[in-house]
């Protein structure tokens, strides 16, 4: 039988040919049109940004969208922090967007925030005319290299025509490989021009093939270390959240028994109330969770960056470990602890895959771990977390969040602002699924908490969700107040309103002999209260509440929970005395953590 192919059969005469059928031409949009319909096609469905000059053209169009809900927020950073609690509360991509200049210099906090703590964020701005760059025009500012550090990669358009497909571009680097913020600058005359609407099949950018697939042996490896390991720890990161490990690493940590502690960011992707959970590591961690990495055997350090923050000083940190160190990043492993094992993937897949793998080594080699397992439980019994009453009469703030935790449950959300709040929430609410947890962890950005709230709120708004913020945090971005009012997005901000700059003045108090340099915030602890967080609440259209007694904040935070037909401000007056423990000083040894300043009279900073 032949195997060329068969000539195509004429025509009847009684069917005659039909001519070829053309595909559709593509219908013209103006460019601020292919970014909307760009959006559409990614199923975008809730942007927070803020007009000006370079980007009216796109808002513009904005207005007959009918599926996408834009919030207008009252500062740009505003928009990025919420779009940062949109994406880490759900896993979607948030997107913020505002003009050239200033409205997009004010964007940069929040893309840093989410450069450091991988979260997938669209950033788009206006630009000044393309005719007019370079010569100083109005508002003109070149954010795409301001940017460049701080984003997987920042695009400048000036043509229609390349708009769909640099902004499904945009959204391949956001939400593939290490998640991460994205850019995209439009010039306003790209935005007015016209040209056909070309939707690409499929993104292709050469030199960008992010590795989720890790290499065989080095998994053989590490299962290989890990059954053989006396004092295991599974060190989980924030890269177990963005990957949607959790449920995988719930197996792995029950089939090796080996003990697990959650850094700052990855709170949540290993339950609090499982027995095998030692808390979290670092400077302010528990303390079995901190002595664990330093005398174990072997790390097996998941998603995590080794930040100084966990690790104190480097060259102290876990002497006798082991590392196996697995990041879907490759520039991450062995950039701080040099790794024994390193994998290279996505934490999801590697996790299954050294489920499987440790499974079979253990069947030739039964791990004895039982010896450090009383070690550990004996840590556990010495160090319990807890706090001590203030002796001014004042609210205890561990208490406050304790009860805020309690009382909302596991299926709440908790965005913080930064400082001691930050770390309390950390320690004292039990969080048992992933994105339950917002905070600013890489980059400590104050005024990160009611803005990421207000997001969080927008993707989940059947939760019930908290910021809970420090009187200085919260003078930073309260602003949003005003948009969650108009917009009826009905959160709880809980203020811990110690009436200071609480973290910067607890290092006062214990490495500059008490000298409180301008940590003075002069907001509930004085007869007169500047500003008075009540009637601020009041203006802004949200209920406010000023708690004082202990005996009144259950009732307090039940009449937030219960109230949404607006935001609900609680002014707790807590104690400025109160420190955060245990703690590390900065500089020294995991070793080195004490329970309380007491017990450490030798701390110096470095």
Not at 39 to 67: C, H, K, Q, R, W
Not at 209 to 236: D, S, W
Request: with cysteine; charged share 20%; aromatic share 6%.
């Amino acid at each position: 039988m032949s195997t060329e192919s068969s000539p195509v059969p004429a025509a009847r005469p009684s069917q005659p040919a039909r001519p070829p059928v053309s595909p559709a031409a593509p219908i013209i949009l103006t460019g601020s049109g292919a970014i909307l319909k760009s959006l559409e096609n990614l199923g975008i469905t809730d942007v927070f940004g803020l007009p000006g000059g370079a980007i009216m053209p796109f808002y513009d169009e904005l207005m007959s969208s009918e599926g996408i809900r834009h919030i207008l927020v009252r500062h740009e950073q505003g928009a990025g922090h919420a779009a940062e609690g949109y994406a880490s509360s759900s896993g979607r991509v948030g997107v913020a967007i505002a003009t050239s200049g200033p409205g997009a210099t004010n964007l940069v906090t929040a893309i840093a925030d989410a450069h450091m703590d991988s979260v997938p964020l669209l950033a788009i701005t206006g630009q000044v005319f393309s005719t007019s760059m370079g010569t100083d025009a109005f508002q003109e500012v070149d954010i795409v290299g301001i940017t460049m550090p701080i984003t997987k990669h920042s695009f400048l358009v000036t043509k229609p025509e390349d708009i769909p497909a640099t902004i499904a571009a945009a959204y391949h680097i956001a939400t593939t490989g290490r998640p991460g913020p994205v850019l995209v600058d439009v010039t306003k005359d790209c935005q007015q021009a016209s040209a056909p609407f070309i939707w690409p099949p499929k993104v292709d950018l050469p030199g960008y093939r992010p590795v989720t697939k890790a290499h065989g042996k080095q998994i053989q490896a590490a299962a290989q270390l890990l059954a053989e390991a006396k004092r295991p720890v599974l060190y989980v990161g924030g890269g177990v959240i963005r990957s949607g490990a959790s449920e995988v690493l719930l197996a792995l940590a029950e089939s090796t028994g080996a003990p697990v502690v959650t850094t700052l960011m990855a709170r949540g992707a290993f339950p609090d109330s499982h027995t095998q959970h030692l808390g979290m590591p670092g400077m302010h961690g528990t303390v079995p969770a901190v002595l664990a990495l330093q005398e174990a055997d072997l790390l097996i350090a998941l998603g995590a960056r080794f930040d100084d923050r966990v690790t104190g000083k480097p060259s102290e940190f876990a002497p006798d470990a082991k590392v196996v160190h697995v990041d879907i990043d490759p520039a991450e492993i062995s950039k701080i602890r040099i790794a024994d094992v390193p994998i290279v993937g996505d934490a999801k897949d590697v996790i299954t895959d050294l489920t499987v793998a440790y499974e079979n080594a253990a069947r030739d080699h039964t791990p004895d771990i039982e010896a450090w397992w009383q070690r550990l439980n004996s840590l556990r019994e010495q160090f319990p977390l807890g706090y001590d009453e203030p002796e001014d009469g004042l609210l205890s703030p561990q208490y406050v969040i304790e009860r805020i935790g309690a009382i909302t449950g596991p299926e709440g959300v908790y965005a913080s602002g930064v400082g001691q709040h930050q770390m309390w929430a950390a320690q004292f609410i039990k969080y048992e699924r992933p994105n339950a947890w917002l905070n600013s962890g890489g980059a400590g950005t104050m005024g990160y908490g009611l803005p990421a709230a207000m997001g969080a709120k927008v993707a989940q708004p059947d939760r019930t969700v908290w910021a809970i913020d420090g009187d200085g945090c919260f003078q930073m971005t309260n602003q949003e107040l005003a948009t969650c009012t108009i917009n009826n997005i009905p959160i709880k901000v809980a203020i811990i309103n110690n009436s200071s700059l609480g973290m910067v003045r607890q290092w006062q108090t214990l490495f500059y002999d008490g000298r409180h340099s301008f940590t003075d915030l002069n907001t509930g602890h004085n007869t007169v209260m500047i500003p008075d967080f009540v009637k601020m609440a009041d203006a802004y259209g949200a209920l406010g509440i000023r708690i004082t007694k202990k005996e009144d904040v259950d009732a307090a935070i039940r009449l937030a929970n219960a109230t949404n037909d607006r935001p609900v401000v609680l002014d707790f007056i807590v104690s400025r005395d109160a420190m955060v423990w245990p703690m590390v000083p900065q500089g020294v040894g995991n070793s080195s953590v004490q329970y309380a300043r007491e017990h450490a009279p030798e701390w110096e900073e470095e």
